[in-house]
């Protein structure tokens, strides 16, 4: 694993399930965590942790922020784009106008507010590594039955983001990878407030069903500190399901 002391980190979604464990294993590498979530937090105690609210859909919010953590720290070495929301398993002639633009927001225009915060800057720095970005796909990005069709569509959006990034900039010594987690045992459905179409529900049981149980969020926190390691590892895309994918 890279050393990441020291190292700026920015981090959305920090403040439970897989954002929550992955800032805790930055910071026991010796990391400086930009922590930014939706979600009010106290200013931190520990002068390796800046706590920002932040709304990843807005730009205007994602760029205060990260001007925040370069007037605090003076660069940003890593971007983890965590922070998502799951759809209410819909399919496409039930989706609603608000749940869809709600999910399309957090997961897909959230990523892209940051990333492009985050090159800007990188692209600014006279070093040969200029930054690396890890954003955290699903399962779904990849397959068509483990969600409805908002998730599905803003996690396969997020793959296009993710492969079209490290192709464009990796001349230019900026790496971007992406994780695709199985099920995790996380609370995203009670903080997304989703309540599953029953019809949509039905629908993909029998790919869930498959499923071989659920993953720890520091089982993801670990594959997204690898991601964000070595400069070579670029265009990567990783799944973290206890194999169900193979089924």
Same mark, same amino acid.
């Given at each position: 694993?890279?050393?990441?002391?020291?190292?700026?980190?920015?981090?959305?979604?920090?403040?439970?399930?897989?954002?929550?464990?992955?800032?805790?294993?930055?910071?026991?590498?010796?990391?400086?965590?930009?922590?930014?979530?939706?979600?009010?937090?106290?200013?931190?105690?520990?002068?390796?942790?800046?706590?920002?609210?932040?709304?990843?859909?807005?730009?205007?919010?994602?760029?205060?922020?990260?001007?925040?953590?370069?007037?605090?720290?003076?660069?940003?070495?890593?971007?983890?784009?965590?922070? $998502?929301?799951?759809?209410?398993?819909?399919?496409? #002639?039930? /989706? =609603?106008?608000? *749940?869809?633009?709600?999910?399309?927001? @957090?997961?897909?225009?959230?990523?892209?507010?940051?990333?492009?915060?985050?090159?800007?800057?990188?692209?600014?720095?006279?070093?040969?590594?200029?930054?690396?970005?890890?954003?955290?796909?699903?399962?779904?990005?990849?397959?068509?039955?483990?969600?409805?069709?908002?998730?599905?569509?803003?996690?396969?959006?997020?793959?296009?983001?993710?492969?079209?990034?490290?192709?464009?900039?990796?001349?230019? $010594?900026?790496?971007?990878?992406?994780?695709?987690? #199985?099920? /995790? =045992?996380?609370? *995203?459905?009670?903080?997304?407030?989703? @309540?599953?179409?029953?019809?949509?529900?039905?629908?993909?049981?029998?790919?869930?069903?498959?499923?071989?149980?659920?993953?720890?969020?520091?089982?993801?926190?670990?594959?997204?500190?690898?991601?964000?390691?070595?400069?070579?590892?670029?265009?990567?895309?990783?799944?973290?399901?206890?194999?169900?994918?193979?089924?």
């Amino acid at each position: 694993m890279a050393d990441f002391k020291d190292k700026v980190i920015v981090l959305t979604g920090a403040s439970n399930g897989i954002g929550a464990a992955t800032a805790q294993l930055f910071l026991e590498q010796g990391a400086k965590l930009a922590a930014l979530d939706i979600v009010d937090a106290p200013p931190s105690t520990d002068a390796q942790r800046l706590n920002i609210k932040c709304d990843v859909s807005s730009e205007e919010s994602v760029n205060a922020a990260i001007k925040q953590v370069l007037d605090k720290w003076s660069t940003i070495d890593a971007l983890v784009n965590v922070a $998502g929301v799951m759809d209410q398993f819909e399919r496409v #002639g039930d /989706v =609603s106008n608000e *749940i869809w633009n709600r999910v399309m927001n @957090i997961n897909l225009n959230g990523p892209l507010n940051t990333m492009r915060a985050c090159i800007n800057h990188f692209l600014t720095k006279t070093t040969e590594q200029k930054g690396r970005i890890v954003n955290v796909g699903s399962l779904a990005s990849i397959k068509g039955g483990t969600a409805g069709v908002a998730y599905t569509t803003s996690k396969h959006a997020l793959l296009g983001l993710s492969r079209n990034t490290a192709w464009m900039y990796a001349k230019e $010594g900026i790496q971007c990878n992406i994780l695709f987690p #199985g099920g /995790v =045992s996380t609370d *995203i459905m009670k903080n997304s407030k989703s @309540i599953p179409n029953k019809v949509g529900m039905d629908t993909v049981m029998p790919t869930m069903a498959t499923s071989v149980g659920n993953c720890e969020p520091g089982d993801m926190a670990r594959a997204i500190l690898f991601l964000a390691s070595a400069p070579g590892l670029n265009g990567a895309e990783l799944k973290v399901d206890k194999g169900w994918s193979t089924a």
